[in-house]
Nanobody
Framework: QVQLVEAGGGLVQPGGSLRLSCAAS????????MGWYCQAPGKQRELSAT???????DYADSVKGRFTISRDNSKNTVYLQMNNLKPEDTAVYYC????????????????WGKGTLVTVSS
C-alpha cells in the first residue's frame, strides 16, 4: 500500500560525504515523521535522524554536526546529507515513515524501506 525506496548508499573514504534519499509512494494522505535508522553488523537498529512534517528534527548524538536531515513534503521524500563520514558510520541505513495516514483513512501506520548500505573505508 505504501512503499519506501532508498537510494544513495555506497563506498566512501573517511571524511567524505554521501546523500541518501527516500521516496515514499502509494496510497498516502499524510506522513507525520520520516527518518533514518542505521544497523551496523552485529548491532541493533538505532535512530540516526528524524524529521516531522512541520520540520522538527531529532538526531543521534553520534551524528550531530555531521548529518543533516531534510524533507520535501510535496514529494513525500526525505534526505540525509552525511558529511565527515567515519568508519563507525558503516551500516545499512533504513528509511522509516511513522504515523502514516492513507487515502483510505487508515491511521497510525508505519513503514520501513529495504535499506541501503553505506560503507566508510579507505
Amino acid at each position: 500500500q505504501v512503499q519506501l525506496v532508498e537510494a544513495g548508499g555506497g563506498l566512501v573514504q573517511p571524511g567524505g560525504s554521501l546523500r541518501l534519499s527516500c521516496a515514499a509512494s502509494g496510497s498516502i494522505y499524510s506522513i507525520y515523521a520520516m527518518g533514518w535508522y542505521c544497523q551496523a553488523p552485529g548491532k541493533q537498529r538505532e535512530l540516526s535522524a528524524t524529521i516531522t512534517n512541520g520540520g522538527g528534527t531529532d538526531y543521534a548524538d553520534s551524528v550531530k554536526g555531521r548529518f543533516t536531515i531534510s524533507r520535501d513534503n510535496s514529494k513525500n521524500t526525505v534526505y540525509l546529507q552525511m558529511n565527515n563520514l567515519k568508519p563507525e558510520d558503516t551500516a545499512v541505513y533504513y528509511c522509516h515513515a511513522e504515523r502514516v495516514i492513507t487515502t483510505t483513512f487508515q491511521y497510525g501506520l508505519e513503514y520501513w524501506g529495504k535499506g541501503t548500505l553505506v560503507t566508510v573505508s579507505s
